[in-house]
């Protein structure tokens, strides 16, 4: 069993982007956050996210609003974020509070700057196939995770558990496509007789929300597992009272797959790693533009 | 075994259309046709299309630009259809010679009278089920053609045989959404095992482009068969010195399947009606917002 490192590959792929940010000076790559109250989980990534970019040489700016902030007020901003030429990316964290609609939020986001990769277009794009589609963070990761493990992916069966538009949907999306070329089944909780189908796949991607609601007897022996669930679990043993747990029973299906992502520290680090990639890559498009 | 009759179905479709028009007068949907040069196929799709228009009650305009167009003067012509609030749909007849890009002048069409659903924002639409999304025409027929068979569709395994974008991945799009709630198995040309793959599909979408490509030995039995592959093979008993084969082996699929779509009679005219209900659709929309 081969344990995929999603800190070691994370690495690798920030210290690319540190030297792809160098080159760039004297111009600096600025991803622009947006967060909305102070849920302590949103508080907590959107640091890590401004912290990396720090570490890689990238500018991080960061804009709070009040739990209680209009759309309009949220569109303002966000209209000035996009007709700011010194902004190259813009993230706003989710999950948004209720009277405000996520969709049309993510969507107002010119574009070229949707590092995030959550707005329709974006989608759209990756579908499509049209070069240069930001692909959401996390479903990148998975992607990214894979192909610096060498495994081989055409011609392979993926199997997708959870279709949420965030993960499963693109994941999908990105393994059916030619740069994948895996032949993709997507299941959800409609889906009978799930362990079976799990049972076929080459390369299982768990994105169900369930901690280790994956086990061994529903792994072929030698297929690769990629664990994106990131479940808090009740732990009296630790600090903060929780623990964090994947969507697969880690101990006992690294007895059967032949490479599989731990969590933590396997598919997060990676989601991270691919902000500060797109929002590179939306600065050098940007300055090709002139 | 149970014919799914397309011809049937889509009769049934357009006379509700045809009700829904009455209804919106003395307002009359409109859809604008744009053809690039005089291939036959083309011209006979175009001609359809512009028929069953009539026949229903709506108005049909087209413009025909030489296969030398420019794609500016091709621009200009959509931007005039996308500012006159008298067209509700706008669709351009594929393939178009080959100095123009698809996306880019499929794009230019107004996301709201995208009635053919090729737009790339149509198509991330459709992936995030935002309400009022436009799906590619053939898709929409291949789900439409299930839904008024009373095929359930909802934890069954959708095998799309095909990822081409205007068939097989919307169909995989439309068939995992909550609206059909279907498993779905994508499978193309690099897929191993095809065979044992689409054996195990509650129903199969057969959309590859290949004659008689899906054979009785690949069907479990009592699965339902959509067959939307049109292959023209030379015929010297036909007038027109061609027939039009499906991708599936009727004659022996039918034997094994409890139902099943032919070729012709089965997708195509399900293709052209749900053509009419997109533009139906966009008029009442455009309605609404007064």
Redesign the interface.
């Known amino acids: 069993m081969r344990l995929i490192d999603g800190n070691l590959i994370a690495q690798e792929v920030l210290a690319e982007i540190k030297a792809r940010v160098a080159r760039l000076a004297p111009i600096i790559p600025h991803v622009a956050f947006i967060r909305v109250g102070e849920d302590p989980a949103s508080v907590s990534y959107v640091t890590k996210k401004q912290k990396t970019a720090a570490e890689v040489g990238m500018q991080a700016s960061i804009k709070v609003f009040p739990e209680t902030v209009t759309q309009a007020d949220l569109f303002k901003h966000i209209d000035a974020l996009n007709a700011d030429s010194s902004v190259h990316g813009i993230l706003i964290q989710a999950p948004l509070p209720k009277h405000l609609s996520e ?1 049309d939020v993510f969507n107002r986001v010119a574009s070229q700057k949707d590092v995030d990769g959550f ?7 990756l ?2 196939e ?1 070069p240069g589609a930001f692909a959401a963070c996390t479903p990148a990761g998975v992607i990214e995770l894979l192909k610096r493990s060498n495994i081989e992916t ?2 392979k ?1 993926a199997v997708v558990v959870g ?1 949420s ?1 965030i993960v499963g ?1 693109p994941a ?2 990105l393994l ?1 496509s030619k740069a994948c ?1 895996c ?6 909780s ?3 007789d799930l362990s079976a ?1 799990v049972r076929q796949a080459d390369i299982v991607i768990a994105a169900i929300g369930k901690p280790k609601f994956i086990t061994a007897d529903m792994i072929k022996p030698g297929a690769v597992v990629i664990d994106v669930g990131i479940n808090r679990v009740a732990d009296a043993t630790k600090k903060n009272g929780y623990a964090l747990i994947g969507d697969v029973d880690f101990e006992n299906v690294s007895k059967v797959s032949s490479a599989i992502s731990p969590v933590p520290g396997g598919v997060g680090p990676m989601t991270v790693a691919m902000l500060m990639k797109n929002t590179l890559d939306a600065c050098e498009r940007a300055n090709a533009r002139g």
Chains 1, 2 share one sequence.
């Open positions: 969709t707005g329709t277009l974006s989608i759209g794009k579908v499509q049209i055409t011609g069966h279709r538009l949907k999908a999306i059916i070329n032949t993709v089944t997507i299941t959800h409609q889906t009978k189908i």
